[in-house]
DNA sequence: CTGTATCCCCCTCGATACTG
DNA sequence: CAGTATCGAGGGGGATACAG
């Protein structure tokens, strides 16, 4: 329960673009939000396969967070087995433009990075 | 020295968000960034001027990383005072969808974050 | 299936002082 | 002016075990 936000606020004006970027300081936000965006709606296990990397605490994390921050909804249906679905709210829908850049420049120019390994 | 990059790789395919993202990783590079399509070329005590709460050290060392990354070019002119001019490489400009995609949103809805005062 | 709860490493970043 | 050097804290995040 820390959830302490980093309380950046570096700039005065115009640099909302640091709000924005605070949403994805998680390291896994984008990559949930992306998913969403392909898929609708997403079960935890969904996920799960969809980012096999993510550790299951860093996916609960981080699927809360977005969640506090009112850009993803979180439906538990009362079932045994128990089933939780996520999805994009209203709010979290506008991103769609911020993430599809991101993506659209990683599909382009990724490759073109250098490569600094260590 | 370190430098290390994350080496996160964590999705196989579709999956370039994350590493768009990485380029953001540093706390300010969004926001050197900014302020370059802003204004095309900065010296260093510019940037100082522009990001009162960057500190020299981190300021120094997010150039630096866009620089290896190829994202900014650093200009040192010999002369006394020293000065440098930083700039967007033809790489770098290639972001500006994505800059711009993330300073719109902020526009327009980081105000409707929930606030998290911890 | 969908999570909590711990433990703890190690990297990130701030503060401060010094340099060419 | 434009940086480096060093120190040190804090918290992000991985591994693992446990729970409803």
């Not at 004006?13 to 984008?30: I, M, N």
């Not at 420049?105 to 390994?117: I, P, R, T, V």
Request: with cysteine; net charge positive.
């Amino acid at each position: 329960m820390p959830r302490i936000r980093h309380t950046t606020l570096t700039c005065s004006p115009g640099c909302t673009v640091e709000a924005t970027l605070e949403l994805f300081g998680g390291k896994w936000k984008a990559l949930i939000l992306y998913h969403l965006f392909e898929d609708g709606v997403l079960r935890f296990s969904e996920f799960r396969r969809r980012m096999p990397n993510v550790t299951q605490r860093m996916l609960t994390n981080q699927l809360r967070e977005l969640e506090a921050d009112g850009l993803i909804s979180r439906t538990v249906f009362p079932e045994v087995p128990p089933r939780v679905e996520y999805e994009l709210t209203d709010l979290g829908k506008t991103l769609k433009p911020v993430i599809h850049a991101l993506k659209e420049w990683g599909d382009k120019y990724a490759h073109s990075l250098k490569q600094k390994k260590e």
